[in-house]
């Protein structure tokens, strides 16, 4: 029911050992005084990541995969829920911060802003993890789920597949203290977070299939023997050599007769 996808590692995976850097974090830590104000923050540095990835000016040139996705991000905000975890840092070295947030975001409310905020629990506790997902999700407690997330907080996402609009994002540090890395790992996740049908057909348009627009007949698929062929007049692409293929060389091209008109 929640296919969990364990993170690999990462470089702010690594526990801080700077007094430098724990000084400043905290200090940023202290600079938002609510969630609210922080993902406000969030999601405009997306939008503004996105744009700069792909211009407004090349709109029309984008995949519709990436433009679906573009439009997607600028119809942010969206209902976001946090839950934090107190972590104990001797015994879960992987993690950055004692204080992490678990954080759920519902997709099918986009253009919603509201931020949540929804406690503190000991990152052992599968009662009051259970209890998050059921009371402000509304999905029914998961024992395996509890366990595996619990045991050692080294998943980074997970979702229903019931629910496919419910995305669950684990950053393994301190959100508050790396605004900047928390909109670069929420980019990426949307980048392979499975997203509803119904989402997708909002904001996805469909590949334009010239073959029926101009009444094409499609390139048959050709064998391995084919692609592989010299070209009977360059001599060129690729050659078989002792059954596997090989890249042309001069030597090739030398003896390979061409005339220009």
């Known amino acids: 029911m929640y296919p969990l996808l364990p993170n690999g590692e990462n470089s702010y995976n690594k526990p801080?050992?700077?007094?430098?850097?724990v000084t400043r974090g905290q200090e940023m830590v202290e600079s938002f005084h609510s969630y609210e104000g922080f993902f406000d923050i969030v999601f405009q540095k997306l939008e503004a990541k996105i744009s700069e990835i792909y211009p407004a000016e090349e709109a029309e040139e984008l995949p519709p995969a990436i433009l679906g996705m573009k439009n997607f991000i600028h119809s942010l905000p969206c209902p976001v829920k946090i839950l934090e975890l107190r972590v104990d840092a001797g015994r879960q070295r992987h993690i950055e911060d004692r204080t992490c947030q678990l954080i759920g975001y519902d997709f099918s409310k986009l253009?919603?802003?509201?931020?949540?905020?929804?406690?503190?629990?000991?990152?052992?506790?599968?009662?009051?993890?259970?209890?998050?997902?059921?009371?402000?999700?509304?999905?029914?407690?998961?024992e395996e789920l509890a366990r595996s997330f619990c045991r050692d907080l080294a998943t980074t996402y997970f979702s229903d597949t019931d629910r496919p609009e419910l995305h669950f994002h684990f950053?393994?540090?301190?959100?508050?203290?790396?605004?900047?890395?928390?909109?670069?790992?929420?980019?990426?996740?949307m980048w392979w977070v499975p997203l509803d049908p119904e989402?997708?057909?909002?904001?996805?348009?469909?590949?334009?299939d010239y073959n029926a627009l101009f009444g094409l007949v499609a390139d048959p698929i050709l064998p391995m023997s084919r692609i592989v062929e010299k070209d009977p007049i360059l001599g060129a692409f690729v050659k078989l050599s002792g059954g596997e293929a090989t890249g042309i060389t001069m030597k090739t091209y030398s003896s390979t007769s061409l005339t220009f008109n």
């Open 16 to 21: 801080s050992v700077a007094s430098l850097n």
């Open 111 to 142: 253009g919603n802003r509201s931020v949540t905020y929804c406690g503190i629990i000991d990152g052992s506790d599968t009662t009051g993890f259970n209890k998050f997902l059921a009371e402000e999700f509304g999905l029914l407690p998961s």
């Open 171 to 189: 950053p393994r540090y301190d959100i508050r203290r790396k605004p900047d890395q928390c909109v670069a790992d929420l980019l990426e996740l």
């Open 199 to 208: 989402t997708k057909r909002k904001f996805w348009r469909e590949e334009v």
